[in-house]
């Protein structure tokens, strides 16, 4: 019988389930070329999951009518002939949908695909063992596509399932708005049109690297559901100690965090000046630097001793910095003596259960928590070629980026209080030193004399000599605060 609170899970197919998007990318672009048009990939993969007519229109927005039309003629004729047979299912994919319909799960697909382009797919390779799994099924010509609901609505309908009991994986902006819309869950894949960064701004409850990690997600315990993805995992990582041997590397290398970002939380919090601040997760002190800049008196609290050691070493002779050997879920601060707490890159180390605790103990009635992460953006050639290296490199790099909380999960946490969002830009121009010292203060990235790291140090000189300019790389991030 299914575990946990979901009954059904409804899957989008290109992307999620069948390894495509890269085809669907070749054949769009040849079918707008034979008409004279281009298409810009990123249009092209904006638009996977959405009904082929309005996707085309993305793809060619000055194009008129009867151009459209040819396009999606010569689309459809190029994928029978050339692109289809390119493409076929995630190689985990069947083996995951079939291990989950053992566990009791009702499977669904929910697709921008026609009817006969979805046939074709289930009657090819090993979509033909995926059919006989699916209780259901909705295409683009059948009703209204992406994002609209209608698709949704419709199989819980037919299934007898209600919104909550249902659960989305897509990995596109349509699949998780297209939930959003149906009061539906969703999770992402960054495997397909979207990286993970973009699913987790976009709503998603947790991102996964494929629908191969979805079983141990949804096997979790109950009360993961308020704490970051794979926490489980993260606990076994040891955040005390793996930043031990990187702490020049990651005071060198480590991106700060913008003043707007500060301007902000001056505005919001009616002021920063004389405001009793706990940093949770310190580190060497980034955040903490521009509190106190800000007129704050702070309590760094860092369990990690080389960690904290630096920011004693770089801040402790600032008036207002009081350095404090502790942790989250036990900081050893007076009970309602704090009226900010703050987190910084940091969050996703925590038990949330006893870190939520700890921070209704000191805070003061009215106190608040803001919670940062400088999240990297994966689009751009040497964004997307960097998120690349730390895959092939990194030795638990999945587990670290699929660790980072979503929205949903820290407003369950403070609830009933309300959680704002807002973003900012920031960037970080490097040089290959700092690039350099920028992996290494990861703490998921090979050290030195560890297996591979020779291999890994000449991989950086190619990633740098590959994309740099004027002799830097830039590193661009969303600076995400909640608050």
């Known amino acids: 019988m299914a575990r946990g609170r979901y009954r059904l899970l409804i899957f989008d197919w290109d992307g999620t389930l069948r390894n495509s998007v890269g085809s669907i990318v070749g054949c769009a672009r040849e079918a707008a070329a034979e008409q004279g048009l281009e298409a810009a990939e990123q249009a092209i993969r904006g638009s996977v999951g959405l009904g082929l007519d309005v996707a085309i229109r993305l793809w060619c927005p000055d194009a008129d009518a009867a151009a459209c039309l040819r396009v999606r003629e010569s689309y459809g004729r190029l994928w029978i002939e050339r692109w289809h047979a390119r493409a076929d299912l995630f190689p985990e994919a069947e083996p995951t949908l079939a291990a989950l319909h053992a566990d009791g799960y009702w499977l669904a697909v929910a697709t921008g695909k026609s009817r006969s382009g979805l046939e074709r797919?289930?009657?090819?390779?090993?979509?033909?063992?995926v059919r006989e799994l699916l209780l259901a099924s909705r295409t683009a010509d059948e009703t209204t596509p992406k994002p609209s609901p209608a698709m949704v609505h419709e199989l819980l309908e037919e299934l007898g399932v209600e919104a909550s009991e249902a659960l989305v994986i897509g990995d596109s902006a349509h699949d998780l708005q297209m939930a959003a819309n149906a009061g539906c869950a969703a999770v992402g894949v960054s495997c397909g049109a979207l990286p993970g960064g973009e699913l987790r701004r976009l709503g998603a409850r947790a991102v996964l690297g494929g629908v191969g990690e979805l079983p141990a997600w949804l096997a979790r315990p109950a009360r993961a559901r308020l704490?970051?993805?794979?926490?489980?995992?993260?606990?076994?990582?040891?955040?005390?100690?793996?930043?031990?041997?990187?702490?020049?590397?990651y005071r060198r290398a480590r991106p700060g965090y913008p003043r707007a970002l500060l301007d902000h939380l001056d505005v919001r919090l009616s002021g920063l000046d004389g405001r009793c601040v706990a940093d949770l997760g310190s580190g060497t002190g980034m955040l903490t630097a521009l509190l106190l800049d800000r007129g704050c008196r702070v309590?760094?609290?860092?369990?990690?001793?080389?960690?904290?050691?630096?920011?004693?070493?770089?801040?402790?002779a600032r008036t207002g910095f009081v350095s404090v050997a502790g942790s989250a879920e036990e900081t050893g601060l007076d009970a309602g003596s704090i009226d900010l707490v703050t987190a910084a890159q940091a969050f996703h180390w925590f038990d949330l259960e006893a870190t939520g605790r700890e921070l209704r103990r000191v805070l003061e009635p009215g106190g608040r928590v803001a919670v940062v992460w400088n999240?990297?953006?994966?689009?751009g050639s040497f964004l997307e070629a960097y998120e690349t290296f730390l895959l092939e490199w990194a030795t638990d790099y999945r587990a670290v980026r699929e660790s980072y909380a979503v929205a949903d999960q820290l407003g369950e946490l403070f609830a009933p209080g309300s959680l704002e969002r807002a973003v900012f830009a920031n960037h970080q121009d490097l040089d290959f030193d700092g690039l350099r010292?920028?992996?290494?203060?990861?703490?998921?990235?090979?050290?030195?004399?560890?297996?591979r790291s020779d291999e890994m140090q000449a991989a950086v000189e190619r990633l740098f000599a590959d994309h740099e300019s004027g002799g830097l790389v830039r590193i661009e991030y969303d600076c995400t605060l909640y608050l």
Not at 121 to 129: F, K
Not at 227 to 249: E, I, K, N, Q, Y
Not at 299 to 316: F, I, Q, T, Y
Not at 437 to 451: D, E, K, T, V
Request: glycine share 10%.
């Open 375 to 379: 999240d990297r953006r994966q689009q």
């Open 437 to 451: 010292a920028r992996l290494l203060s990861s703490s998921y990235m090979p050290g030195s004399g560890q297996p």
């Open 227 to 249: 704490v970051p993805v794979a926490f489980a995992t993260m606990s076994d990582l040891d955040p005390t100690g793996r930043f031990a041997d990187r702490v020049d590397a």
């Open 299 to 316: 309590w760094a609290v860092e369990p990690n001793e080389s960690m904290r050691r630096a920011a004693e070493d770089e801040l402790g």
């Open 121 to 129: 797919d289930l009657g090819h390779g090993r979509g033909r063992q």
